[in-house]
């Protein structure tokens, strides 16, 4: 898909975004109301944009636990298992995988017992030949910086040190509506949960004060950017503080990585990354070698397909 400097502007603004209106994004890419409501229009029904997902803060649900799989499994008990991840109350997103493994799941949980008892049941039910559980104590999602988007902040992955809140069941319903649409709008949302524009608008700043709702972000078929999707599975013995901070600064700095969680199980880092070529992703590889080359590490490439499906609210 051939895109102008004025499109990329536009999609990058959307992927990393807060709920803004069309004339805030007009104002920032230096376009009018009417292009930009055109250019949405169009990003849409060509399938660029396949969904704007909302960001909740799940410790702020309840939710504590979020760790990442990944999997390797004969092609029949994939197939199986496949037809149940849709309908699973902890499945934020899966992809297929190509290499070691051949599915990646974004998952969240009440706790640790949850999803202890979530892997004992996939390894019962599908012949699981082998697996990786990533619980990531820090983790960090970028805007699009190889579309020159400096100006966004960095959503957590990982929320430390939350209390959950009490929700009401229309602040439920509000949630539900949002995870459907991340972009709908208050008349919309209104006609969808039965209330008033007024109390929708008063909620919603509530829950964007009490930090439920972080911001929102788009899907995009990367396939029509000509770019695909990987993840680098890291081991890195003797990981510092100091070598944290490092890796930190680089990951926030490189315009190809999305996103960083580190875990308290191997591997003890995944860096998430949009490439149009090997080249890309050797280049990263190599300043990662350099930063490490006192350490002992141990980098494993697993190529993912564009997430098939994302539920950013599937325990609601």
Do not use: W
């Amino acid at each position: 898909m051939e895109l102008k400097e004025q499109d990329f502007k536009i999609i990058s603004y959307l992927y990393h975004n807060d709920r803004e209106p069309v004339s805030k994004i007009a104002k920032s890419c230096k376009l009018t109301r009417d292009q930009v409501e055109y250019k949405l229009n169009k990003y849409i029904s060509s399938g660029l944009i396949v969904k704007f997902h909302t960001i909740f803060n799940y410790k702020k649900l309840g939710y504590d636990c979020y760790a990442i799989i990944l999997i390797k499994a004969n092609h029949e008990s994939l197939k199986e298992l496949e037809l149940t991840l849709e309908k699973n109350k902890n499945l934020i997103s899966y992809g297929k995988a190509f290499g070691k493994y051949d599915l990646y799941i974004n998952s969240i949980f009440k706790d640790e017992k949850e999803l202890s008892n979530y892997i004992s049941d996939l390894i019962t039910k599908y012949n699981i030949s082998d697996y990786i559980v990533v619980k990531p104590y820090f983790g960090e999602f970028y805007p699009l910086k190889f579309f020159k988007a400096t100006d966004k902040n960095n959503f957590p992955l990982v929320n430390e040190f939350e209390t959950k809140v009490k929700l009401d069941e229309k602040e439920k319903l509000i949630l539900k509506a949002l995870e459907k649409d991340g972009r709908m709008k208050i008349i919309d949302i209104a006609k969808e949960t039965k209330m008033s524009s007024e109390l929708i608008l008063y909620k919603l700043k509530k829950l964007q004060k009490e930090k439920v709702i972080l911001g929102s972000k788009i899907q995009i078929d990367l396939k029509k950017l000509g770019y695909s999707f990987s993840a680098l599975l890291m081991n890195i013995h003797g990981l510092s503080n100091s070598n944290k901070e490092k890796l930190k600064k680089f990951t926030r700095d490189s315009k190809n990585i999305i996103s960083i969680a580190l875990s308290v199980t191997q591997p003890n880092c995944i860096i998430q990354l949009f490439h149009k070529d090997n080249q890309d992703i050797k280049v990263v590889v190599i300043k990662l070698k350099e930063m490490f080359k006192e350490n002992e590490l141990n980098i494993d490439l697993v190529l993912i397909d564009q997430e098939e499906y994302i539920n950013t609210l599937p325990f609601f």
